[in-house]
């Protein structure tokens, strides 16, 4: 079965400051990677997705993600953090047709 | 823009008590997914269908059961609560096989089993 792992429970940045939000994934085949983020009280939201193609795919508010064949990795990524960037982000990867299987989730906190 | 309607925000509700849970999608998905959310566990599949009357159990299931008698509308039942069963339940639905995927998240229902 495909898995994504994310390492850290919590990240803080102080504001201004670039900021990455680290993943691993494990999977047969070819890999499809999402990105999705949770405000306080809220579902989730789409942020970012790696099909094929470019290793550095852009998504909503700024964000991007790197795609690391070699380190199977798909971290995400913002040059400079903004405080309402402060939420609960899930790596996710596609597990069969349209299933997909979440990680475990990273609280970013971006300090004023 | 696509809209996931899941009917209840908070609900309170006591040990043995039958729980049903509606959400609706207007977008014509095909696919359409519960998942409950617990803190440092993630998002947990619990049941998931393809289309009208079919469903598939996902990676937790037990205690849970579903109805999809129309295609906008999905119902997470949980026939005799238990308190082990307070969570977050977010519903979801996404386009066929044709798409790569994207889910499309309603707010998400907080239950409280006491």
């Known amino acids: 079965a495909q898995s994504v792992a994310q390492p850290e429970d919590q990240v803080n940045v102080a504001e201004g400051n670039p900021l990455t939000v680290k993943c691993t994934y494990s999977v047969s085949g070819n890999p499809y990677l999402f990105w999705y983020v949770q405000y306080p009280n809220r579902g989730l939201q789409f942020l970012l997705k790696y099909i094929t193609g470019d290793n550095l795919v852009k998504g909503s508010y700024g964000f991007e993600a790197e795609f690391n064949k070699s380190q199977t990795s798909f971290h995400l990524k913002k040059p400079s953090a903004l405080v309402s960037d402060s939420a609960l982000y899930f790596c996710?990867?596609?597990?069969?047709?349209?299933?997909?299987?979440f990680g475990t989730g990273t609280r970013l906190t971006i300090i004023p | 823009d696509v809209k996931v309607t899941q009917s209840s925000r908070y609900l309170v509700k006591r040990t043995g008590e039958k729980v049903f849970l509606e959400c609706v999608q207007d977008m014509d998905h095909e696919n359409m997914f519960w998942y409950r959310q617990d803190p440092g566990l993630g998002l947990r599949l619990i049941y998931f269908s393809y289309d009208v009357k079919m469903k598939e159990k996902g990676d937790i299931p037990e205690g849970y059961s579903v109805s999809r008698e129309k295609k906008e509308r999905f119902s997470l039942i949980l026939e005799s609560a238990s308190t082990n069963q307070t969570s977050m339940y977010l519903c979801?639905?996404?386009?066929?096989?044709?798409?790569?995927?994207?889910?499309?998240f309603g707010e998400g229902s907080r239950l409280t089993v006491l």
């Open positions: 996710a990867v596609r597990d069969s047709i349209e299933k997909l299987t």
């Open positions: 979801a639905s996404s386009f066929g096989q044709a798409n790569t995927g994207e889910l499309f």
